[in-house]
């Protein structure tokens, strides 16, 4: 009996189980149906919580599943999409749907390993439908550019047209078409098909970021405004996009509606400060001081006593500061400071001053108030941007790093930060390091125009141009109006032979009213025309310019003469200069390029007078000094030019160039501590001149024997590591010698000698440095040699040769 109630209740509790797995099922088929219900009724939010109530009955249910991801999917919510497709095919691999819709995505993610496991499953499922045709185009396309093969390229092309004539949403066909055209550089074409893309998803980040920056491309300033306040629309938190209609506005001197923009976006002056000061910057941009000063003076007024009133004051002093109010300017905000308690707003302010008094030759005053910023806060991230800077000039770059890397940590996507850091390891030597700092300046600044400029600026005299012209392609894009960028494009076109692209810059250049884009478009101009070797065409061009302007483009004038000299033709110059001169006789500038031409035909007298005329007329006039000068010491008259140079120092006692003649005429008279004196002065003026910087290195190592001489000479030297320059090279390769590294030395002191034979102290360091390192016979030669060419001299370098050869 008991046997029998057992197994009565084990086949009870058998049905029952069973029983309760058939509910489950049926309420999740419930709930699904409801959910087919209010699709039908176009109720998406309650189908879509009807199928999430599926799944906690049946997490298997496959219909629900692909339906709950398509919806998503059409939601835009790729994330919550792409994850309940995974969940499905983990259930069901062989699902094409959900294959297809997998690689779709990870194509828009750029996620090539997703899209070929995914799109390679879904071709091998469905081959002939639509969906997978346009990826297996997508991934045959990709295949193909990496192998570069050009014909397995123009044939994936081929499929992907021929999808998007049967369904032109395809977006993974499109995009091969896309980037086809990007590649041929046909931005027109391009920008149709985008315009296609945007038909079936119109809100579109990607492509209405693309959208813009062919509009960019193509110059069409009227559509690209309408496009970026499209996408500001779409993207109201985008910073970028933000900045890049600001640029817009000022680009095109809409300046009121640039300022009405900005007013919409700012806040109530009691309560946001950064936003209506934010329309303070424009305004004295774009305006005078005066309409900065009386915008403050309204926010200063409606802001009360409230916390931003301080700042308005401390800016307002700041506007009397830039206008020449200098000591006015830094009372007031003294003022602001001694009332106010300490705070990030004051902290703000006192790095404010610091930057006043660096101005104002102050830099005791301003280092301690960038010492009191740290002392209160010691992330504070501009302080230790300005004490880093300050530590770079002083040749203390590894501390200035320590400095940046603790402002990176509070403010990762400064790019500034980046771009100090890439001055601190530039001048620390490490060349690597420093383009990894500029690369990262330009990727956190979204391919700024500035960062992107001086990341361009390293790399054109490394010779690597197509890096810098990727990098200001992607700039322009952003900033197509941008007049250094083009610049800077036009010159490496020119330099590549690049003739279309070249005249493209030109054509844009011609378009901004702007004496500078003027004169950069008629360069470039006339650049295509000569590298084409058609010099005549390029002379009748400037000679119409200069026509055009009635002749009152002197820069036109003076390129024009410049080019006539540099294709020989040296008597029309000198015609045409005396034409200018007739209708300009007191133009400085083309009397000094009249000197110049007079000395090129060999007429020295006649142009020793023009010079000597000016500077009785003028004495200030640098050029004519200079010009005058390497005429005296041409025509051996080496004591006029030196007391030329004296006398011009005393007229222009903050000439860089005149004391640097002075300091090197003291180096070869062998007066060496009276030139490092100078040479010192120019560097503490200005540590970034690295010709200045090599010299005193040089002068430091040779000339003086104490170790701490020989720890700043080092210092100083670092920044010519990797340098192709001989001068630098022997520099830096003596140095090393002494600091007892002689491997290192000779890999700098052997170019350096082969490439100046004629220097004789260049080739007594490599000979001391030969000798100690056992190689006799080359060192044997390298010294005789030195001592031989120069038997008089009683330079250091003489002793040390002489000693190495006796030891030997």
């Keep these: 009996m008991t046997r029998i109630f057992r197994l009565i209740s084990a086949l009870g509790l058998s049905i029952f189980l069973l029983s309760g797995c058939q509910n489950e099922e049926e309420k999740a088929e419930g709930f699904y149906q409801s959910a087919l219900t209010y699709l039908g009724q176009q109720d998406v939010d309650r189908a879509l919580i009807e199928l999430r109530n599926v799944f906690n009955h049946d997490g298997y249910h496959k219909d629900a599943r692909a339906l709950y991801a398509r919806l998503q999917l059409d939601r835009g919510n790729t994330t919550e999409a792409y994850g309940q497709y995974l969940r499905l095919i983990e259930q069901y691999p062989d699902i094409a749907e959900a294959r297809e819709a997998l690689a779709t995505m990870a194509l828009e993610r750029r996620n090539w390993d ?149 007013r919409s976006e700012a806040g109530a002056p009691d309560t946001d400060a950064t936003g209506n000061l934010t329309v303070v910057d424009l305004l004295r941009r774009t305006q005078d001081p005066e309409a900065a000063g009386a915008e403050l003076d309204r926010l200063i007024e409606a802001a009360g006593d409230s916390a931003p009133a301080e700042l308005y004051r401390a800016i307002r002093a700041s506007v009397a500061f830039d206008n020449g109010d200098r000591d006015t300017a830094i009372a007031d905000i003294r003022a602001v400071l001694d009332s106010a308690d300490a705070s990030d707003q004051t902290r703000r302010i006192r790095i404010m001053l610091a930057r006043m008094l660096a101005v104002t030759d102050n830099p005791v005053g301003a280092r301690e108030q960038v010492e009191q910023v740290l002392a209160e806060d010691p992330g504070q991230v501009d302080a230790l941007k300005m004490r880093a800077a300050w530590l770079v000039a002083v040749d203390r770059p590894g501390d200035a790093v320590i400095d940046l890397r603790t402002a990176l ?120 025309l000569l590298g084409q070797n058609r010099i005549d065409e390029g002379l009748d061009y400037l ?206 002191l052997q170019p350096a000698a082969n490439a100046l034979p004629e220097e004789t102290s260049v080739i007594a360091h490599l000979g001391v440095a030969l000798a100690a390192a056992g190689r006799n016979e080359e060192a044997r030669d390298a010294l005789q040699r030195a001592l031989d060419m120069a038997p008089d001299t009683d330079a250091a370098w003489k002793t040390r040769a002489a000693e190495a050869l006796g030891q030997m």
């Design 543 to 748: 000679r119409a310019q200069i026509a055009a302007d009635d002749g009152s483009d002197l820069g036109a004038v003076i390129q024009l003469v410049r080019t006539q000299i540099m294709t020989g033709r040296v008597d029309e110059a000198r015609s045409f200069a005396d034409a200018e001169l007739v209708k300009r006789p007191d133009s400085i500038p083309l009397q000094l390029l009249n000197a110049n031409i007079l000395a090129l035909q060999g007429d020295l007298a006649q142009a020793e007078t023009i010079y000597r005329d000016l500077l009785s007329r003028q004495p200030d006039i640098e050029p004519a000094i200079l010009q005058l000068q390497a005429l005296l010491r041409a025509t051996d008259r080496t004591a006029e030019a030196e007391t030329l140079v004296e006398a011009g120092i005393k007229v222009l006692p903050r000439s860089r160039r005149l004391r640097f003649l002075e300091a090197y005429r003291f180096e070869k008279k062998e007066e060496f501590e009276k030139a490092i004196t100078l040479y010192e002065e120019l560097y503490e003026e200005q540590s970034s001149d690295v010709v200045v910087a090599n010299n005193l290195a040089s002068m430091l190592s040779n000339y003086r024997d104490t170790p701490e001489d020989l720890d700043r000479a080092y210092a100083i030297a670092r920044r010519l590591t990797g340098t192709d320059v001989p001068a630098f090279r022997d520099t830096l390769g003596w140095i090393l010698f002494l600091r007892g590294d002689t491997e290192g030395a000779l890999e700098q």
């Design 114 to 262: 997703e899209a070929t496991r995914h799109g390679e499953a879904a071709i091998a499922l469905d081959p002939t439908h639509i969906g997978t045709r346009a990826i297996a185009a997508a991934l045959n396309y990709r295949t193909a550019a990496l192998a570069r093969d050009t014909k397995a390229q123009a044939d994936a092309v081929t499929d992907a047209r021929a999808v998007l004539d049967e369904d032109p949403s395809q977006q993974a066909a499109r995009r091969v078409v896309i980037d086809s055209l990007l590649v041929a550089e046909n931005a027109e074409a391009a920008l149709t098909e985008v315009d296609k893309v945007l038909e079936y998803s119109s809100n579109s980040g990607e492509f209405n970021m693309l959208r813009g920056q062919l509009l960019a491309r193509l110059n069409r300033t009227d559509e690209l405004g309408d496009q970026l306040r499209r996408l500001y629309g779409l993207f109201p938190e985008n910073e970028s996009i933000r900045n890049d209609l600001i640029r817009w506005y000022l680009s095109v001197q809409d300046y009121k509606g640039a300022e009405s923009f900005l």
């Design 409 to 528: 940590d509070q403010a990762p996507r400064d790019s500034a930060i980046l771009l100090l850091m890439a001055d601190a390891y530039l001048r620390d030597g490490s060349e690597a390091l420093a383009q990894e700092r500029l690369s990262m300046a330009v990727q956190v600044s979204e391919n700024g125009a500035a960062e992107s400029a001086t990341y361009a600026r390293f790399l054109i005299p490394r010779n690597r141009l197509q890096q810098a012209e990727t990098v200001l392609t992607s700039a322009r894009q952003r900033a197509p109006q941008n007049i250094e960028i083009l610049g800077l494009l036009g010159e490496i076109y020119l330099r590549q032979q690049k003739w279309p692209q070249a005249q493209g810059v030109i054509d844009v250049l011609r378009d901004i009213d702007d004496p500078q884009a003027a004169n950069l478009a008629r360069v470039y101009q006339s650049g295509i």
